[in-house]
């Protein structure tokens, strides 16, 4: 297992990864502006985001291979935060939020929902 080495901070701040057709609204409960979400287009991409985990265990994880098999049919994972920083923005309200399935399009697939 590969552990994570370096700085890391006690964020107060909820992330979640969504894949879904790029050209499809979030269609969560708040507006996420485009400017605040990173898309992840290519397993390497996703990949970089779990780099702690070894080959093994990102395999075995039955969400990270469905979301690959879904960037290979042209969809991407969009990644965003709602923290405590937040406040003024209309997406505030997802800041300690889990997502549910009732929150996104029905054609949406929930990699992180954001619980801690």
């Known amino acids: ?3 994570r080495a370096g700085f890391v901070s006690n964020s107060s701040s909820s992330s979640f990864m969504i894949v879904q057709k790029e050209d499809e609204d979030l269609n969560i409960i708040m507006t996420i502006p485009k400017k605040d ?3 992840i287009r290519t397993e390497a991409e996703f990949r970089e985001y779990y780099d702690w985990l070894n080959d093994e265990e990102f395999n075995n994880r039955k969400d990270y291979k469905k ?3 879904l960037l290979k049919q042209g969809y991407v994972i969009k990644k965003f935060s709602a923290g405590s920083e937040d406040y003024d ?3 505030a309200g997802l800041y300690g939020c889990r ?3 009732e929150m996104v399009s029905k054609d ?3 990699i ?3 619980e801690c």
Do not use: H, N, R
């Open 1 to 3: 297992m590969k552990i």
């Open 108 to 110: 949406s697939f929930i």
């Open 112 to 114: 992180d929902d954001g």
């Open 89 to 91: 923005k209309p997406y």
């Open 99 to 101: 997502l549910t399935k």
């Open 37 to 39: 979400i990173t898309f």
């Open 67 to 69: 979301a690959i098999k």
